[in-house]
Structure formats: structure tokens, C-alpha cells
């Protein structure tokens, strides 16, 4: 006590078993510390004391580290935190005892960290989301087309897309004397045949048309258009393009019934276009009829 020339009397430790300095800077470090001072006595007498130093960052390195294997967002501030809501956990407050000035330390959630990782791992798992959704739909495109045409199959139409079908008009197209190509030429010459008559039905429809192969040599088309004369212009534009293109070194024609009735079922419509393919074949074959 005297070689460090400290006059700490007895009784300045009376009320606390040690004494707690408020942060100072180092002089040969720079570093913030705190001393904590621990007394020795005999008879009430301060014979001596025991000085401990600890770095002021010897509390955030512990927060660090508890941080770190937890996988959490503490932090201990001599500040209260900006983001103290009510709508958010408590801050504790701790208070430092022994020391000249009752020091204040506040331990809360590092909110704002917490909702940078969120607003990371939302846009990562977005991007994920986003990349599966992707893939599973063009895998379900994939499986959804009839690997001959290209076009929808009618399985996949009649479970995914026929209940939905309430406010479309119907176009069903028919190559002509079908059975006639395959007997006479073969039915690889048959396959090109539907092939390249799909191509041409894929080219002629919007992207939010829906063109199926119904069956062997028939196809249908669902439009979301309701005018009469625009869906005849349409089929006769279908027809026409057929008709003009040699397929295999031959004439393909075929044949069309359109349905553009509203507000009945599809089965309905489908029926509707039916009849009116089956009066184009009467009629002569490769002419479009529509349902009265």
C-alpha cells in the first residue's frame, strides 16, 4: 500500500467486498479496462489489496463466443439499444455494483443482425423456391406433351385442365382419309404426316392456347375467343396452310368443327364441335363447319 502510495482506507470497502473502476484507457495499449480492486485486512486494518485488470473486451469476446457455438444473436451494450420495443423481448439491465458511478450494461437480442440473416436466408431460400418451382414445371411441360407432336396429351388434358375449360371455344381438327395414307404409304409416312400437321397447328395458335392430340389423327384446340367470325378465320387459316403444304410428297388436307358456344359445360362444347366435324366430312372433307 505504501509502495503503490494508495490511501484507501478500511472503511471505503465497508459496503462492498471490492471496488470496481469505471473504464479507463490503458497507456501502453490503448485498450479499454476496468480494475477491480480486492482488499486484504487484519485487526480493520487495510494491509493490502489484490489489482486484476480485465479487458473491456474480455465480456464482448464471451458474448463472441457464446454467439458462435449457440448460434445466437446476444449482445451487451453500455447503450441502450435503439430498437427497445415493446413488441420485442425485454432488454436486461444489469447493474455493476461497487463502482463510483452505478454502471449500467444492457443485454438484448442484436435484432438488427437477426433480421439481415433473415432477410439472406428468405432471399436464399426465394431463389431456391423459385428454381424448384421452375424445374418442376418444365418437367411437368415435359411429361404433359405427346412425344410424337409436341401438342398436349389428352390424359393429362382431361385430368388437369378440362374442369377449367368453361369459357373456351372448341376446335377440333381431322386429317382426311387418314387410313388410306397408312395403307398406301406406310405408317412411318403416316407418323410424318401428324408430325408436320401438328407443327403446323403449334405455329398457327397463341402461347395461352391450348393445342391436344386427341387421338390418332385428331386434335383439338381451345381458344379464349368468342367472335364468331375470328374463330372461322382462324380454322379456314388452319385448313388453308395444310392444304397449300406438301406433306411427304403429298396433299394433306383435313377437316374442322368449331364450337364457340359460352356458359356450357365442355363436354357439351365438345359434342357441339363434333357434330359439325362429322357435317364437314358429309359435306366433301378439308372444309371448316361451324356449330349453329
Known amino acids: 500500500m505504501e509502495n503503490e502510495n494508495l490511501s484507501y482506507p478500511y472503511n471505503d470497502f465497508s459496503k462492498c467486498d471490492l471496488k470496481l473502476t469505471e473504464n479507463y484507457i490503458e497507456n501502453f495499449s490503448n485498450e479499454k479496462n476496468r480494475s477491480i480492486f480486492y482488499p ?40 441502450k439499444p435503439i430498437y427497445d420495443f415493446d413488441f420485442l423481448p425485454s432488454v436486461k439491465k444489469i447493474k455493476l455494483p461497487c463502482t463510483p458511478i452505478k454502471s449500467e450494461y444492457f443485454i438484448t437480442i442484436d435484432w438488427l443482425s437477426v433480421i439481415s440473416w433473415v432477410l439472406v436466408y428468405s432471399s436464399i431460400l426465394s431463389l431456391f423456391f423459385m428454381a424448384f418451382e421452375y424445374s418442376r414445371k418444365l418437367i411437368n411441360l415435359a411429361i404433359s406433351k405427346d412425344k410424337m407432336t409436341g401438342l398436349m396429351r389428352r390424359d393429362v388434358f382431361e385430368r388437369c385442365y378440362k374442369s377449367k375449360q368453361k369459357d373456351c371455344a372448341v376446335i377440333i381438327v381431322d386429317i ?79 377437316s374442322i368443327g368449331v364450337c364457340i358456344s359460352k356458359d356450357i359445360p365442355f363436354e357439351a362444347k365438345f359434342k357441339h364441335a363434333d357434330d359439325a366435324l362429322y357435317q364437314a366430312k358429309k359435306n366433301g372433307r378439308n372444309q371448316v363447319v361451324c356449330y349453329a
Open 176 to 254: 382426311d382419309n387418314f387410313k388410306l395414307i397408312n395403307d398406301n404409304h406406310g405408317h412411318l409416312i403416316g407418323d410424318d404426316v401428324i408430325r408436320k400437321v401438328s407443327g403446323i397447328l403449334l405455329n398457327s395458335i397463341r402461347i395461352d392456347d391450348i393445342a391436344i392430340r386427341w387421338g390418332g389423327e385428331e386434335f383439338v384446340i381451345l381458344l379464349d375467343i368468342y367472335n364468331k367470325d375470328e374463330i372461322a378465320k382462324r380454322a379456314e387459316s388452319i385448313r388453308k396452310q395444310i392444304a397449300e403444304n406438301t406433306i411427304s410428297g403429298m396433299i394433306v388436307t383435313v
Open 40 to 79: 486484504f485486512d487484519e485487526n480493520r486494518k487495510l494491509i493490502g489489496v489484490v489489482l486484476i485488470d480485465i479487458k473491456h473486451k474480455f465480456i464482448e469476446n464471451l458474448i463472441d463466443n457464446y454467439n458462435y457455438e449457440n448460434h445466437s444473436k446476444i449482445e451487451i451494450s453500455d447503450k
